[in-house]
Protein backbone atom coordinates (compact mmCIF):
# COMPACT_ATOMS: atom_id res chain seq x y z
CA UNK A 1 0.00 0.00 0.00
CA UNK A 2 1.22 3.19 -1.00
CA UNK A 3 0.10 6.44 1.24
CA UNK A 4 0.67 10.25 1.21
CA UNK A 5 1.40 12.28 3.71
CA UNK A 6 1.09 15.53 4.33
CA UNK A 7 0.56 18.40 6.72
CA UNK A 8 1.02 22.39 7.26
CA UNK A 9 3.65 24.14 10.24
CA UNK A 10 0.93 23.25 12.87
CA UNK A 11 1.41 19.33 12.25
CA UNK A 12 5.24 19.17 11.59
CA UNK A 13 6.37 17.16 14.63
CA UNK A 14 3.23 15.17 14.02
CA UNK A 15 3.78 14.22 10.35
CA UNK A 16 7.46 13.31 11.34
CA UNK A 17 6.22 10.77 14.16
CA UNK A 18 3.07 9.48 11.82
CA UNK A 19 5.82 8.50 9.56
CA UNK A 20 7.92 6.47 11.98
CA UNK A 21 4.84 4.42 12.88
CA UNK A 22 4.61 3.65 9.25
CA UNK A 23 8.18 2.76 9.08
CA UNK A 24 6.73 0.09 11.18
CA UNK A 25 4.99 -1.77 8.03
CA UNK A 26 6.78 -3.42 5.40
CA UNK A 27 4.21 -3.32 2.96
CA UNK A 28 3.55 0.15 3.04
CA UNK A 29 5.49 2.81 1.67
CA UNK A 30 4.95 6.41 2.48
CA UNK A 31 5.30 9.84 0.11
CA UNK A 32 5.80 12.96 1.87
CA UNK A 33 4.25 16.10 0.27
CA UNK A 34 5.28 18.32 2.65
CA UNK A 35 5.31 20.90 4.43
CA UNK A 36 8.95 19.99 5.58
CA UNK A 37 9.83 23.52 7.86
CA UNK A 38 7.72 25.60 10.45
CA UNK A 39 7.12 28.45 7.80
CA UNK A 40 3.37 29.13 7.41
CA UNK A 41 1.94 27.41 4.56
CA UNK A 42 -2.45 27.10 3.50
CA UNK A 43 -3.75 23.26 4.50
CA UNK A 44 -5.81 23.51 1.39
CA UNK A 45 -2.66 23.85 -0.36
CA UNK A 46 -1.84 20.50 1.47
CA UNK A 47 -4.97 18.47 1.15
CA UNK A 48 -4.60 19.11 -2.84
CA UNK A 49 -1.49 17.89 -2.88
CA UNK A 50 -2.39 14.55 -0.89
CA UNK A 51 -5.38 14.37 -2.50
CA UNK A 52 -4.53 14.79 -5.82
CA UNK A 53 -2.06 11.39 -5.70
CA UNK A 54 -5.16 9.59 -4.47
CA UNK A 55 -7.64 10.27 -7.42
CA UNK A 56 -4.97 10.02 -9.68
CA UNK A 57 -4.01 6.23 -8.23
CA UNK A 58 -0.32 7.55 -7.76
CA UNK A 59 -1.23 6.83 -4.13
CA UNK A 60 -3.97 4.41 -2.15
CA UNK A 61 -4.83 6.39 0.80
CA UNK A 62 -3.18 9.91 2.90
CA UNK A 63 -3.21 11.25 5.71
CA UNK A 64 -3.39 14.97 6.06
CA UNK A 65 -2.54 16.69 8.99
CA UNK A 66 -3.11 19.96 10.30
CA UNK A 67 -2.90 22.12 13.47
CA UNK A 68 -6.37 20.62 14.89
CA UNK A 69 -7.34 18.25 11.94
CA UNK A 70 -10.27 19.59 11.19
CA UNK A 71 -9.33 22.72 8.02
CA UNK A 72 -7.72 20.07 6.76
CA UNK A 73 -10.13 17.43 6.53
CA UNK A 74 -12.58 19.88 5.40
CA UNK A 75 -10.58 20.92 2.70
CA UNK A 76 -9.97 17.42 1.73
CA UNK A 77 -13.71 16.38 1.71
CA UNK A 78 -14.29 18.96 -0.87
CA UNK A 79 -12.17 16.82 -3.47
CA UNK A 80 -14.56 14.64 -5.71
CA UNK A 81 -13.65 11.22 -4.58
CA UNK A 82 -11.93 11.79 -0.78
CA UNK A 83 -13.72 10.17 2.30
CA UNK A 84 -11.55 11.85 4.77
CA UNK A 85 -12.28 11.05 8.64
CA UNK A 86 -10.72 13.58 11.54
CA UNK A 87 -10.34 11.09 13.69
CA UNK A 88 -9.60 11.21 17.77
CA UNK A 89 -9.36 7.54 18.80
CA UNK A 90 -8.90 4.04 17.80
CA UNK A 91 -12.52 3.43 17.55
CA UNK A 92 -13.08 6.51 15.42
CA UNK A 93 -10.50 5.54 13.57
CA UNK A 94 -11.65 1.62 13.23
CA UNK A 95 -14.93 2.66 11.66
CA UNK A 96 -14.10 5.53 9.63
CA UNK A 97 -12.46 2.74 7.52
CA UNK A 98 -15.05 -0.30 8.04
CA UNK A 99 -17.92 1.55 8.05
CA UNK A 100 -16.79 4.54 5.79
CA UNK A 101 -13.86 3.60 3.38
CA UNK A 102 -12.32 6.59 4.37
CA UNK A 103 -9.19 7.00 1.77
CA UNK A 104 -7.78 9.54 4.15
CA UNK A 105 -7.04 9.99 7.72
CA UNK A 106 -6.57 13.23 9.40
CA UNK A 107 -5.37 14.66 12.83
CA UNK A 108 -4.50 17.47 14.80
CA UNK A 109 -0.69 18.46 15.53
CA UNK A 110 -2.04 20.81 18.50
CA UNK A 111 -4.78 18.30 19.36
CA UNK A 112 -3.27 14.70 20.03
CA UNK A 113 -0.34 13.79 21.36
CA UNK A 114 2.04 11.02 20.01
CA UNK A 115 0.71 7.90 21.66
CA UNK A 116 -2.67 7.78 20.95
CA UNK A 117 -2.06 9.48 16.94
CA UNK A 118 0.47 6.18 16.94
CA UNK A 119 -2.34 3.87 18.03
CA UNK A 120 -4.62 5.60 15.22
CA UNK A 121 -2.71 5.44 12.53
CA UNK A 122 -1.98 1.70 13.19
CA UNK A 123 -5.65 0.57 13.11
CA UNK A 124 -6.56 2.71 10.55
CA UNK A 125 -3.77 1.32 8.08
CA UNK A 126 -4.67 -2.25 8.97
CA UNK A 127 -8.44 -2.30 8.84
CA UNK A 128 -10.76 -3.37 5.88
CA UNK A 129 -13.94 -1.63 4.44
CA UNK A 130 -16.71 -4.60 5.67
CA UNK A 131 -18.92 -3.69 2.75
CA UNK A 132 -22.19 -4.78 2.96
CA UNK A 133 -24.99 -2.18 4.14
CA UNK A 134 -21.97 -0.23 4.52
CA UNK A 135 -20.98 0.17 0.70
CA UNK A 136 -24.72 0.80 -0.30
CA UNK A 137 -24.15 3.91 2.05
CA UNK A 138 -20.48 5.03 1.03
CA UNK A 139 -22.18 4.25 -2.50
CA UNK A 140 -24.92 7.09 -1.27
CA UNK A 141 -22.31 9.57 -0.39
CA UNK A 142 -20.66 9.41 -3.81
CA UNK A 143 -24.25 10.15 -5.63
CA UNK A 144 -24.25 13.06 -3.22
CA UNK A 145 -21.00 14.12 -4.53
CA UNK A 146 -21.73 13.80 -8.36
CA UNK A 147 -24.90 15.49 -7.71
CA UNK A 148 -27.68 12.71 -7.49
Do not use: F, K, P
Given at each position: MKIVI????????LKEHVKEVLSEFKDITVEDVGTYNTDSVDYPDIAEKVCSKITSGQA????ALCGTGIGISIACNKIK??????????FTARMSR??????????GGRDISFGPASEIVRVWVTEKFLGGRHERRVNKITALENGQ
Open positions: GCDQGALEDRGIGIRAALCHNVQHNNANVLSM
